[in-house]
């Protein structure tokens, strides 16, 4: 069965950086356009990241662009999102999330089909 189990969160105060990572297994990761998808209280599911089946294209939600790096090793099976620069509006849940295709450029929540529960970030002034 498909699993996606999320781990790198924490507390950190902005300006700071942070590093989630994303274990993937039961599917073939290779195959799959991946994503990170942030919740925070009062607000929809935003995708913040989005990268391509092999690992080469990828796409950011404006709050994200020029501080987010998402990236994905098809060989350990891990999804990434380095967190740069770090802003309070960044806190919230992330949930690692596997796309039903191998490249979309729209970033969609509708687009994913499998979430992990999520590592919560909280970002402190």
């Known amino acids: 069965q498909v699993q996606l189990a999320e781990s790198g969160g924490g507390s950190v105060q902005a300006g700071g950086s942070l590093r989630l990572s994303c274990v993937a297994s039961g599917y073939t990761v290779a195959q799959s356009s991946m994503g990170w998808i942030r919740h925070s209280p009062g607000k929809q599911y935003e995708v913040v990241a989005a990268?391509?089946?092999?690992?080469?294209?990828?796409n950011y939600a404006d709050s994200a662009k020029g501080r987010f790096t998402i990236s994905k090793d098809n060989v350990k099976k891990i999804l990434y999102l380095e967190m740069n620069n770090v802003k309070p509006e960044d806190t919230g849940m992330y949930s690692c999330a596997r796309g039903q295709y191998y490249w979309r450029a729209s970033l969609a929540p509708g687009d994913f089909d499998k979430w992990g529960q999520g590592t919560q970030v909280t970002v402190s002034s």
């Open positions: 990268i391509d089946s092999a690992g080469v294209t990828t």
